[in-house]
């Protein structure tokens, strides 16, 4: 069903004509309540978004979608993930957006959001200079510290945030508003069947027990530097990945299966469960240059992985995961080939919240 606030569905009637009952769970679905929305950004901290209130975010690419985090623990469900595509929608006009399940074999107790696109601006000529130059004065005020404080953490700190924003480059300005919401209970218009034959149960698909967020446990894991260092990450960026806490949250849909990992900066890989190569470029901040490609090489309810082959002369990595019995943590090895066909090794662990 599509929640309307209470306020759009007031009744109407007077003394002559009295107004007509209202039907059964009317209002109950008045009173439903609304799930809790956190917009999940590549550049900076997490953002609260509230209902029908306009939100404006930055695009750094013509092409690039919102995540949504949604907390339906008051409709019955879990959390669930909506992927704004906001660049395809006409300012002034309403969307439907999906909603993915991140709960494990649970369906999501939404179906779907109702976004509206109120304003879109493009930055003007000049403004794409302004986080440059604010960038390079952040990273020469960063290196002072650095070089006060030796390799405080504040320093590091300071230094990749600083690194990042001279990256960043907006191309677009988008302020949109998110209206209601569709729960999966919403009847399906269906063709008419014979009522002997009794109804036809819809398909659900059990979702794998990785899926999910996690966050790691440092306690019984072990550093990623060495790995970085091989693939040529610089040192602030390899000792500010090591001190910040990664979040990752796992998705799957009947044909692909989404990562989203959170650390310096969120990066999410969406990969074919067919084994179908992805294609994207290097990231920056290391000596490597042009385009990886990536796979799912295994896809089972307790275990997934990932196979990364980087340019020519550069190796490989293998990324596993196995669930734990208990399906409440996983231990996550990272497998770093070289050229020369020697590896590096770490294993991580990864609890869910």
């Given at each position: 069903?599509i ?5 759009k ?14 039907r ?7 009173q ?34 919102i ?12 959390q669930a993930?909506?992927?704004l ?6 300012v ?7 909603a ?15 976004v509206?696109v109120i304003?879109?601006d ?38 990749w945030?600083a ?9 677009r300005?988008?302020?949109f ?15 008419e ?12 698909e ?7 967020t ?7 894991s ?6 970085l260092?091989?693939?040529?990450v610089?040192y602030?960026?390899?000792?500010a ?8 949250v ?10 989203i ?5 969120t990066v999410e ?16 901040a290391?000596?490597m240059?042009g385009?990886m ?5 295994k ?17 490989s ?16 090895r ?20």
């Amino acid at each position: 069903m599509i929640y309307t606030p209470k306020s759009k569905r007031a009744r109407v009637g007077t003394e002559d004509e009295p107004m007509k009952d209202q039907r059964p769970g009317e209002e109950e679905q008045d009173q439903a309540p609304e799930p809790n929305l956190v917009l999940l950004r590549n550049d900076g901290p997490s953002q609260a978004v509230h209902w029908r209130q306009p939100t404006t975010v930055q695009l750094a690419t013509p092409s690039t979608c919102i995540l949504l985090l949604m907390d339906e623990s008051r409709l019955g469900g879990g959390q669930a993930l909506c992927r704004l595509a906001l660049h395809q929608c006409h300012v002034g006009t309403s969307a439907s957006f999906p909603a993915e399940s991140l709960g494990g074999s649970h369906e999501p107790a939404v179906k779907s959001l109702s976004v509206k696109v109120i304003g879109a601006d493009s930055l003007g000529k000049y403004a794409a200079f302004v986080p440059l130059i604010l960038g390079i004065i952040s990273v020469l005020s960063s290196m002072i510290w650095l070089w006060r404080l030796e390799t405080s953490g504040l320093a590091v700190a300071l230094l990749w945030h600083a690194w990042h924003w001279t990256q960043a480059t907006p191309v677009r300005q988008i302020t949109f508003m998110v209206e209601d919401l569709v729960k999966a209970d919403q009847p399906h218009s269906a063709p008419e069947q014979n009522e002997a034959e009794g109804p036809v149960p819809a398909p659900r698909e059990e979702q794998p027990n990785w899926c999910g967020t996690w966050t790691l446990d440092k306690s019984c894991s072990e550093k990623y530097e060495n790995i970085l260092k091989d693939m040529g990450v610089n040192y602030v960026i390899r000792k500010a990945a090591d001190a910040k806490t990664s979040v990752l949250v796992i998705s799957k849909s009947i044909s692909h299966v989404t990562f989203i990992v959170k650390n310096l900066v969120t990066v999410e890989d969406v990969l074919p469960v067919d084994g179908a190569w992805v294609r994207k470029p290097v990231p920056p901040a290391g000596r490597m240059k042009g385009e990886m490609r990536l796979r799912l090489s295994k896809c089972t309810q307790n275990e997934l992985e990932m196979v990364t082959e980087f340019p020519p002369g550069e190796g490989s990595l293998c990324d596993t995961l196995v669930v734990n019995n208990d399906r409440s943590s996983f231990s996550r090895r990272v497998v770093r080939t070289r050229s020369d066909g020697t590896e590096l090794e770490c294993t991580r662990v990864f609890r869910r919240t």
